[in-house]
């Protein structure tokens, strides 16, 4: 079944919007504070190789701009033109200085060795060739550089939700095969990945409702009458780092020396 990645060239100028649908908000006001706070906690914890950052997949740049904030010298690719356009002209505004640029993750238009922290996030899932994307994330890094990611796991819980009740059943009024199940990854499949290109796993991370998931799911099926938006999203579908990857998962990796050991420990 082929993905319909399409979504992205068409969410374009909603990306920043204050009242965008459901499938911007919670990536916004749901997903990114917990992801970027894991990651900020890794790498307050680290000695990087530098301070240059490369967001692959960077959408409308909402983790983008979370480094720039923070210091970082940060550079953002995107595949959808639309997108990585609401990202340079949203930077723009905010006084952020971000170079942002249209390419794939399978094929990075950067030198070995150009960043000190690469992430890969809301991307593995939605690509070909998971390995090339890998591959080049490795090859972009500096070694004892760092490899951030968010993904999806290929289980039984996440067929139900994302697919099923997201997209079959139409809860959260998602497009059909924004998702597909096949290209899903589990923890053990990506480690290998990474490990087979120099990146080695040093932990990982569940994404997963606040509160009860019972009422989480009840809240998700009232959205489709509802028609709920912008930080009314965050209000009722908060989520939290968790022990939990049965759905979402985020974690972070150490580039290998060449033709050495790992130098990074996991924290």
Not at 145 to 174: C, E, H, P, Y
């Amino acid at each position: 079944m082929e993905i319909n990645n399409a979504i992205y060239e068409t969410l374009g100028h909603t990306w920043w919007l204050k009242d965008a649908g459901f499938e911007v908000s919670s990536l916004r006001y749901c997903i990114n504070p917990v992801r970027y706070g894991y990651f900020k906690e890794r790498l307050n914890e680290l000695s990087l190789p530098g301070k240059s950052v490369l967001d692959i997949g960077c959408g409308g740049g909402f983790l983008t701009e979370e480094f720039a904030r923070d210091g970082f010298d940060v550079t953002g690719i995107d595949p959808a033109a639309n997108s990585v356009k609401a990202a340079r002209v949203h930077a723009e505004q905010n006084h952020l200085t971000v170079r942002y640029c249209e390419g794939r993750g399978e094929s990075l238009p950067f030198a070995d060795d150009s960043f000190a922290v690469v992430t890969c996030c809301d991307v593995l899932e939605h690509v070909d060739d998971v390995a090339q994307v890998i591959r080049e994330a490795s090859r972009a890094l500096r070694p004892g550089g760092v490899f951030l990611f968010d993904t999806v796991n290929r289980t039984v819980k996440s067929w139900l939700v994302l697919i099923k009740l997201w997209q079959d059943w139409g809860w959260a009024g998602m497009p059909a095969n924004v998702h597909v199940w096949d290209k899903f990854i589990k923890p053990n499949e990506l480690a290998a990945l990474m490990q087979d290109n120099g990146l080695a796993s040093k932990g990982v991370k569940g994404i997963g409702p606040k509160g009860n998931p019972l009422i989480f799911l009840s809240r998700l099926r009232k959205l489709r009458a509802s028609k709920v938006r912008g930080t009314a999203v965050a209000d009722l579908f908060a989520m939290r780092e968790t022990n939990d990857l049965g759905i979402s998962y985020m974690g972070w990796a150490i580039r290998q020396p060449k033709g050495g050991a790992s130098n990074g420990s996991e924290a």
